[in-house]
């Protein structure tokens, strides 16, 4: 399997080959209230905090970053730890989960970005209640696929560890959107900080798999960029549970190093 750049795009792949996925992902696309907490994520975290995009385009780029991830580790032999535990039916259950959870894990900052992973579960229940019907899910199936997304938004949180692998997935793949100024470190738009600087810095962000199931590399301008992979990925990648499975390469003007884990 050749190397994926992570993108907006990357979510078509997975959606055009599964009548489930297509059909949930257009419900979150065309749902009003979906829409519009992601709108006024972007009203807090960009129009008021001047912080780095939370909205849509977020939103998609996790989506299918996840899906992929989620593909890698099933392909190497990983067990889904909801489909372990009974939480999930089939694989489609797993990539419903994955999906809702990605699309909606930003949606609390259109409360406040202070505890937004908590608001932001709370905020997915109804919404989950209300979509996952018109999928013909229903009754125990509904509670169990609802709650698994819950505790995924939730423990996208820096300092919450995930306790299944499709969280890992989902919070290892928050922190890979940081291309081309996409930082997930909040910079002050505007200012020339070593947020902002390392933010520009990282050009594009591959995953393929390597020695791990996962192998994630960072491809930055100059050494700024490390700031991001320091401070964003590597926190994410440590409670995520998955962390054995993923290894991190930087390349820095053509030269590719190991950082993560160490030799």
């Known amino acids: ?51 780095n995009d939370h909205g849509i385009v977020h939103a998609r780029i996790v989506s299918g970053t996840a899906l992929h991830l989620l593909d890698l580790l099933v392909k190497a032999g990983r067990e889904p730890s909801t489909l372990r535990d009974g939480t999930a039916k089939s694989m489609d259950d797993v990539r419903l989960i994955v999906l809702f959870s990605a699309y909606l894990h930003d949606i609390g900052n259109s409360v406040h970005r202070t505890f937004h992973e908590y608001l932001g579960a709370l905020l997915a229940k109804d919404i989950l209640n209300r979509l996952l019907p018109e999928l013909g899910i229903r009754g125990r199936r509904l509670y169990d696929i609802r709650q698994e997304v819950m505790h ?55 995953v393929e798999p390597g020695e791990k199931p996962i192998k994630i590399t960072v491809y930055m301008s100059d050494m700024a960029g490390l700031f991001q992979v320091e401070q964003v990925l590597m926190p994410k990648i440590v409670t995520s549970s998955i962390d054995g499975d993923v290894e991190v390469y930087i390349n820095v003007d053509g030269k590719t190093r190991k950082y993560y884990p160490k030799d």
């Open 152 to 206: 995924t938004i939730f423990a996208t949180e820096y300092n919450t560890r995930c306790l299944t692998m499709e969280c890992g997935i989902v919070k290892i793949s928050d922190g890979l959107d940081m291309a081309e100024g996409r930082a997930r470190v909040p910079y002050k738009m505007g200012k020339l900080d070593m947020h902002a600087v390392s933010a520009i810095s990282i050009k594009k962000v591959e």
């Open 1 to 51: 399997m050749s190397a994926i750049k992570v993108s907006q795009s990357l979510i078509e792949k997975y959606i055009e080959s599964s009548p489930l996925l297509l059909k949930a992902y257009r419900l979150l696309e065309e749902d009003e209230e979906v829409n519009e907490l992601l709108r006024v994520s972007n009203i807090m975290a960009v129009g008021r905090l001047k912080y």
